[in-house]
């Protein structure tokens, strides 16, 4: 069985490896949606009731607009 103080380094490298690769996603992300994502989070808070019922191109529209 390992001891304890070899389970520490251990975490604190699955630590490093975590927060390298949720830096390297938020890099590579594609920022041009994030209009799309603020206007679709925005409708949701807003009107729950008619979110479902609406399209992906209703949403960039409405970001469209916002600019």
């Not at 041009?32 to 609406?54: F, G, I, L, S």
């Amino acid at each position: 069985m390992l001891a304890w103080e070899l389970i520490y380094p251990l975490g604190a490298l699955a630590l490093g490896v975590l927060l390298a690769v949720m830096l390297w996603r938020n890099h590579n992300r594609n920022k041009r949606v994030d209009p799309v994502t603020e206007a679709a989070t925005k409708e949701e808070y807003d009107h729950p009731d008619r979110y479902d019922n609406k399209t992906h191109d209703q949403f960039e529209a409405e970001a469209e607009r916002r600019k």
